[in-house]
């Protein structure tokens, strides 16, 4: 089993539409957690924390579930900007990251 | 004002060469890392350094050795090129240990084809 999984994708919608991701990670020692965008050919850039209360940044919202160690990003009202792959991230201790393998959004209009 | 850089942005070498990548970052952050990304898009980390101490190295090969002359700095030495280091390799830093919540800001990226 890998130590993050994530929804296979790819996910195709129109303008608009509303999104989500999951993420499950195995490592009930995890410490922190990120969802991360990246575009073609580019590098992967911080989209937002999550954190166990939930948090919210504009149409995204971000939710962690400890106790099912389950991770999802909501995307309200997607526009075409919001086409990339979007990675889930977990922090375990002695500093390292284990990153998903991605999910690819397409909102076309 | 670049805050992680990476160079050269495109590597185009031959089985058997040696190569290197730079990286520097400008963020005042104390550790460093090297993720590997293959032609899947899979993003795996390979080597972390915190104020110039290895602290990961994920079973890499021993042909690649990072070297951290300063904080600000983590170079990849690749000895023996084979065809399947082909990848983009991406440098990253953030301000502590990421065991806790601080960011990883990641380069622009190396990609290296080997022929």
């Known amino acids: 089993r890998k130590e993050v999984e994530q929804d296979p994708g790819p996910f195709n919608v129109p303008e608009g539409a509303t999104v989500a991701f999951n993420c499950t990670y195995s490592?009930?020692?995890?410490?922190?957690f990120f969802w991360y965008r990246q575009d073609c050919r580019k590098e992967p850039k911080l989209l937002m924390s999550v954190y166990s209360s939930g948090n919210e940044d504009g149409r995204f919202t971000a939710q962690l579930n400890r106790a099912s160690q389950y991770i999802s990003l909501l995307i309200r009202d997607s526009k075409l900007s919001d086409s990339a792959t979007y990675l889930c991230v977990v922090n375990g201790n002695a500093g390292k990251s284990t990153f998903g393998d991605g999910t690819t959004l397409t909102v076309k209009p | 004002d670049t805050a992680v850089s990476q160079t050269p942005k495109y590597l185009v070498t031959q089985m058997g060469n040696d190569k290197s990548i730079k990286c520097e970052q400008n963020?005042?952050?104390?550790?460093m890392y090297w993720y590997k990304q293959d032609s899947k898009k899979f993003l795996k980390i390979m080597f972390s350094y915190n104020n110039k101490e290895l602290i990961i190295n994920e079973t890499v090969p021993n042909r690649f050795s990072p070297k951290s002359p300063d904080k600000a700095h983590l170079n990849l030495h690749i000895n023996s090129l084979e065809l399947g280091d082909s990848a983009v390799y991406f440098c990253?830093?953030?301000?502590?240990?990421?065991?806790?919540?601080?960011?990883?800001?990641f380069g622009p990226g190396t990609r290296l084809t080997v022929l």
């Open positions: 963020l005042g952050h104390d550790t």
């Open positions: 990253a830093s953030s301000q502590t240990v990421a065991g806790a919540t601080d960011t990883q800001y």
């Open positions: 490592n009930s020692a995890s410490q922190s």
